[in-house]
């Protein structure tokens, strides 16, 4: 495993001037002609950000166990996929909001927990386009709060905020001087919602190899860590592309067995979600967004 390409972040592309020009576009123009401009823009991005275009195209080949050129159409799609729907994101900023729709087939698992007195825990990925279910969703029962990588673009900070504080929403940086720490405790301790990716690695290195698609991998152990120790429950969710308009929500517990340490607990949560994570990721591949070898060798 290659450390270098394991801290990759997930950045929002571009410059501020740029991102300001999409919003200000898409106040004006529908964003699939946005679509259409992305579908050529592709293939030279791939040409020139060949690491992230590499990764993919691996996990298509070995994970996935597709021939070569099916592993290239595919990572190809993957590209457009997610600039879909990073282009879905700022049409939501410029006011486009009314034309996406989403289907929650399994909301029964989410809205008891909105009027249960204590807190939960929801388990993220970099599959599909969770951060939409935050723009397009509202509710006031119980605040949610997001961790987030810290040196994100302030222009893209500054419309997820907007966006996201109207609908209950807090943002919570994770910082080099562990401040975003005493803000989980405080969330969970007031019976709030805190939503962790947990697929990668947020400011400590302590994980579990899982058997994950045909090869292993390490995956971090925080979300659970905390599900034990405040003992709450946790969801795992994504949020999948299914239509040109239309995002689905698929909704999980997390459970482990009951009994054994607090170590094996821990443990058993993360490999329950690993393999809810491996579900969702055979059923929508091209949806699969981190761009790094995220396979041990």
């Not at 529908?30 to 993919?56: D, E």
């Not at 400011?203 to 003992?231: H, I, N, W, Y």
Request: proline share 4%; aromatic share 14%.
């Amino acid at each position: 495993m290659v450390k270098k390409e394991k801290e990759w972040k997930g950045v929002t592309g571009g410059h501020t001037l740029g991102q300001k020009a999409l919003k200000v576009t898409f106040s004006i123009v529908n964003v699939r002609v946005g679509y259409v401009i992305m579908a050529i823009v592709i293939p030279f991005y791939m040409l020139f950000r060949r690491k992230g275009y590499r990764s993919i195209y691996h996990y298509f080949r070995d994970q996935q166990g597709y021939a070569p050129l099916k592993s290239f159409w595919k990572t190809y799609r993957n590209h457009y996929l997610f600039g879909q729907m990073l282009l879905d994101r700022f049409a939501v900023y410029a006011g486009q909001k009314d034309m996406f729709r989403v289907e929650n087939p399994d909301n029964d698992f989410f809205l008891p927990l909105l009027d249960a007195p204590g807190g939960c825990i929801i388990a993220g990925s970099h599959v599909g386009n969770s951060e939409l279910c935050g723009y397009l969703l509202k509710q006031k029962k119980k605040r949610i709060n997001c961790l987030i990588f810290g040196d994100e673009a302030k222009e893209v900070q500054k419309n997820r905020s907007e966006i996201l504080e109207s609908n209950y929403v807090r943002l919570i940086p994770v910082t080099e001087d562990l401040s975003h720490i005493f803000v989980i405790h405080e969330a969970l301790s007031n019976g709030e919602i805190l939503y962790m990716p947990s697929d990668r690695h947020f400011g400590s290195d302590k994980s579990v190899e899982c058997d994950f698609m045909k090869g292993k991998a390490d995956f971090p152990v925080g979300t659970f860590v905390l599900a034990v120790q405040f003992r709450v429950p946790v969801l795992a969710l994504f949020v999948l592309k299914i239509a040109t308009s239309c995002y689905r929500i698929h909704v999980v517990p997390v459970t482990s067995p009951s009994g054994g340490s607090k170590r094996e607990q821990i443990n058993e949560m993360t490999k329950a979600f690993v393999r809810e994570l491996e579900r969702i990721v055979r059923m929508y591949p091209e949806q699969w967004f981190n761009f790094y070898n995220f396979w041990k060798k």
